[in-house]
């Protein structure tokens, strides 16, 4: 493959060799729990790092290193770590970075079990985090200390899909010295945008989205320097062993060959779901980076290239009509996940950030009445008639 091909033929191809011994076109499931040495002096060089090749699957293991490569790639950075679960790569992340005394700054909008990692568990552990409205720049400023290790954040955040200024973001922490920035990037995919060539250090996702596509795994991808992703994977990773299975990464590997064409029909069916939502007489508010009045637009076009599949909107008549939609929408499943073929659509306030205290929720712009959807790629007249009945009930 050429260095310069472009996005879709390396989602294609990047990382991924054929099997030398048998010909076999795809990356082989190597369903192996270790690795056999040659000796016991090729054991000991492994085991010391002076040789490379395979130990021990929570260490490493073939298909996961080809899901590896292809990630690094795509996101543009110099290693990948691929992990069980989208909160492994968070935690992951976060516990090699920070320790006792030290001090993180984190987005006021998360999602829910990343809020509560921060929130309830670091404190455990003498660290300290302060939740801030990352769509003003300047309040990012004023709340670095001189122990802040770690600036988190997510855009577009989970749900309200509100953005922040990722170049403005890494600017700021470059003129400090030992702050880490992490950004989740899980809505929009490696596909729609790039954190790391916008300045960003490390870049998360839930693979279990986007990046699988089909509901059918859960996993987490740490992208970042290849000396802080070797740190993280014989530290948190290997220590508290929240590892990705052989098969899990071959489903990752799969799913990203057809992460383009999945994204642009999920783009296309967006933004005709939100023109639709905009104008329904029981939507009060849509939230969607796509539409041109959104406040942040400008900033989404400026940073990604696309407005992803994730559509926030808010009910006029609060939670019960949040209820109520969930229990008349046929064709939208009722699930709390997104990224999906399918279109997927829940209520954050009962559902994934019920464990948000409500004050701390509705200060981040998660009110009662919001719903959260992530729109697939069936037909979109489908999608819209589905949700016209649903929501004309509530007239």
């Known amino acids: 493959m050429k260095k310069d091909a472009k996005f879709a033929t390396r989602a294609v191809h990047a990382g991924e060799s054929h099997c030398k011994e048998t010909g076999a076109l795809r990356v082989p499931i190597y369903q192996s729990s270790t690795f056999v040495f040659e000796s016991a002096e090729q ?3 492994r085991f010391a790092g002076e040789e490379p090749g395979y130990i021990y699957t929570r260490l490493g293991n073939p298909t996961q290193t080809a899901l590896e490569k292809k990630m690094a790639d795509l996101e543009g950075g110099e290693a990948a770590i691929a992990v069980a679960s989208g909160m492994a790569a968070v935690s992951g992340v976060v516990l090699a970075l920070l320790q006792a005394g030290d001090h993180m700054i984190a987005s006021d909008t998360l999602y829910g079990c990343t809020h509560a990692l921060f929130a309830e568990m670091l404190p455990k552990w003498n660290i300290e985090v302060d939740f801030i409205d990352m769509t003003e720049i300047s309040n990012i400023k ?3 200390k001189p122990n802040t290790k770690v600036i988190y954040t997510e855009t ?5 899909l509100t953005l922040v200024d990722l170049e403005s973001l890494a600017n700021i922490a470059k003129e400090h010295q030992n702050i880490t920035t992490v950004v989740d990037n899980t809505f929009m995919s490696p596909y729609l945008q790039n954190p790391i060539a916008l300045g960003i250090d490390v870049v998360i996702h839930s693979a279990t989205k986007y990046i699988g596509g089909h509901g059918d795994t859960i996993a987490g991808i740490i992208v970042g320097p290849q000396e802080l992703i070797d ?21 990752l590997l799969r799913g990203l060959k057809t992460l383009t064409v999945r994204i642009d029909r999920i783009n296309e069916n967006a933004m005709q779901v939100a023109k639709f939502l905009k104008n329904h007489p029981a939507v009060d508010k849509v939230y969607y980076p796509g539409l041109p009045d959104h ?9 990604q290239r696309g407005f992803g599949g994730v559509i926030a909107f808010e009910l006029k008549d609060g939670l019960d009509a949040g209820r109520q939609l969930m229990n008349t929408v046929n064709l939208c499943i009722l699930a709390v996940s997104l990224g999906d073929v399918d ?18 929720r509705e200060a981040a712009g998660i009110t009662d009445g919001l719903v959260r959807l992530s729109v697939g790629i069936e037909h979109v007249e489908d999608i819209i ?5 649903a929501l004309d009930q509530l007239v």
């Open 385 to 389: 008639a589905d949700l016209q009945q």
């Open 142 to 144: 004023a709340a670095i």
């Open 156 to 160: 577009p955040a989970n749900p309200t």
């Open 231 to 251: 740190i993280i994977r014989m530290t948190t990773i290997k220590d508290i062993g929240g590892i990705i299975a052989p098969f899990d990464a071959f489903l």
């Open 295 to 303: 406040p942040q637009h400008e900033l989404a076009k400026k940073q």
């Open 343 to 360: 279109t997927l659509i829940q209520h954050p306030a009962s559902m994934t950030h019920s464990v948000v205290p409500q004050e701390e």
């Open 43 to 45: 054991g000991a060089r």
